[in-house]
Nanobody, 124 residues
Framework: EVQLVESGGGWVPAGGSLRLSCAAS????????IGWFRQAPGKEREGVSS????????DYADSVKGRFTISSDNAKNTAYLQMNSLKPEDTAVYYC?????????????????WGQGIQVTVSS
């Protein structure tokens, strides 16, 4: 059974940091790409960042470039999203996803497996 479990969310004041983790099981982690997406109330889901576990290439949304860093530990089957200089507009439910296409992309169609999501709240 494929599972993606996010952790590390919560509340943080503006300017603070959080580190999200995505623990994966039930598939070959090394062959997949991992993406982080978010959805704020009343807004569409948007891609935040992604990483290819095969070649370590990454991709970021313009809104998070320079503030967020994605990484992946293939030995632990876990991906991370380090979020610094958080802003109130970063408040959303964050989802991790895994895609067999394997390339770093922010296109949601490239991901077959999704986690349940975790809340991140940034107060002003």
């Amino acid at each position: 059974e494929v599972q993606l479990v996010e952790s590390g969310g919560g509340w943080v004041p503006a300017g603070g940091s959080l580190r999200l983790s995505c623990a994966a099981s039930g598939f070959t982690f090394d062959d997949n790409a991992i993406g982080w997406f978010r959805q704020a109330p009343g807004k569409e889901r948007e891609g935040v960042s992604s990483i290819s576990n095969s070649d370590s290439k990454t991709d970021y949304a313009d809104s998070v470039k320079g503030r967020f860093t994605i990484s992946s530990d293939n030995a632990k089957n876990t991906a991370y999203l380090q979020m610094n200089s958080l802003k109130p507009e970063d408040t959303a439910v964050y989802y991790c996803a895994a895609g067999k296409w394997g390339r770093a992309t922010l296109w949601a169609w490239a991901y077959e497996y999704w986690g349940q999501g975790i809340q991140v709240t940034v107060s002003s």
